[in-house]
């Protein structure tokens, strides 16, 4: 039996003409599959059962999440990060974080090749014009789709874990109870294996670092001088607050990507929907972010149900109360995240920490930080335990998203995504990025052009 590749032709731009035989028709469901054809990569999938086939290109435009991992909802397909849908032509047609009467911008489309359709059992595709108004008859051979090529990553620079700037920061290694009196760590950072020692109360590293410290908890290293000092966090240090550890945690995502994650509250309903994401909350309302040096803070205030006060039990309080939430950012990766009931007096404080350890591995660190109702200062232990173990849930939410986002850092040119109102503490994220990455490099540039003046 005869076998042919694609029924093609280049053309004297560099664009490909022509018909690619993508796979063949009883493959292709309602589940996305990816397919590749004149070397770039789609999904194909029929947005109802045994309708005809939609191929749409394999990225969301959102947050570039391989769309393979979509499914279809009311004959669209929405992408599982933020909910975002797209009819058979690639139109965003829903931006959940928007509101009812918000209206996707034409930017949020994804591209779809100039044309898909089934001919004898399978799906071909022309990615672009092509003067064949059909594909060819298959006739006595069979069709041999080439193979799924790597998703196209973002055009600019994108801030990875060994993205050289990082040399001048503070790193969380190791939690201080991972690192005892006379005992030593090894870890990874930056690409690079450290060892630290604690000898008689000092921490010192094996390879030459700028710095070793303790602080909130944390053992922390510099391998050059930090552009910026550690986050200050009262309640570490604040005997009014339940102090608890999740077990650290290790994500194939680069530390950019889990930073912006932390920051964005746009996801909840589509990731968390089985804890913290109620599905009617969806809507994102406007909100600042302040600059500071070296990051920025964001205060929003919320309304929430908090059935967990027993004032509410008690009719003291309504069911529906305020709370203020309050994120931090220091470059590049150290996160507070702290939510104050208003009505209760109750705060519960996440510092989110990540140490960048190879270029798709990162350690994370999350303590909760817990002051009870009235300012109460001791949590009781199995509280303190059912909060951990929810926020080991919501994190493993996240953990299995960053999983498929297929991301070799967060992008740091604000077209290379679409950025939404809700998008703005990701923005931000992204801004504060690219200065330190471009601090560092001057720095950098410095401090060589002195050493060859002085040689
Ligand atoms: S909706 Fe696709 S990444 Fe946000
Ligand atoms: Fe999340």
Known sequence: ?????????????????????????????????????????????????????????????HRLV????????????????????????????????????????????????????????????????????RPPRTGATTPV?????????PRGPVFGNLDPALEHAWHPIALAGELLEGGYAQVRLLGRTWTVHRRDGALVAERPAWGVAERHGVIWLAPAEPQH?????????????TTAWLLPARSISPAGPLADNF????????????????????????????AE?????????QWFDNPADPGVARGERPLRQRRRATYVHRAPFQLVLRLEELDTGAVKTLLFLLQPEDGDSTRIYTCLLL???????????????????????????DLAQ??????????????????????RLGVALRRTLADFAADCAAADQAAALQQRATA
């Open 66 to 133: 391989p769309l393979a991992t979509a499914t279809v909802v009311d004959c669209r397909l929405q992408c599982p990060y933020h909910g975002w849908q797209f009819n058979a032509e690639g139109r965003c047609v829903e931006i959940p974080s928007l509101g009812a009467d918000g209206a996707p911008p034409p930017r949020a489309d994804v591209s779809a090749p100039w044309a898909v359709e089934e001919r004898d059992g399978w799906v071909w595709l022309a990615p672009d014009r092509t003067p064949a108004a």
């Open 371 to 397: 002051r009870g109702v009235d300012g109460a200062a001791v949590i009781p232990k199995d509280v303190v335990a059912a909060e951990v173990a929810f926020e080991e849930a919501v994190l493993a939410e």
């Open 145 to 153: 789709p080439e193979p799924v090529p790597a998703l196209p990553g």
């Open 229 to 241: 000092d550690l986050l200050d966090v009262p309640e570490t240090t604040d005997p009014r607050f």
């Open 1 to 61: 039996m005869a076998i042919s590749r694609t029924a093609s032709s280049r053309t004297r731009t560099g664009t490909t003409s022509g018909w690619y035989p993508v796979a063949r028709s009883d493959e292709v469901g309602t589940t996305p599959r990816s397919v590749g054809a004149a070397g770039q990569a789609y999904v194909v999938v029929r947005l109802r059962p045994g309708a005809e086939v939609t191929a749409l290109s394999a990225r969301c435009p």
């Open 293 to 301: 040096p070296g990051g920025f803070t964001s205060v929003q205030e």
């Open 263 to 290: 920051l964005d509250v746009a996801h909840f309903p589509f990731v968390h929907a089985a804890t913290i994401g109620a599905a009617d909350e969806q809507e994102v309302p406007p909100y600042d972010v302040t």
């Open 402 to 423: 960053q999983a498929v986002m297929d991301s070799a850092g967060l992008p740091l040119l604000l077209r290379d995504e679409l950025h939404v109102r809700a998008d």
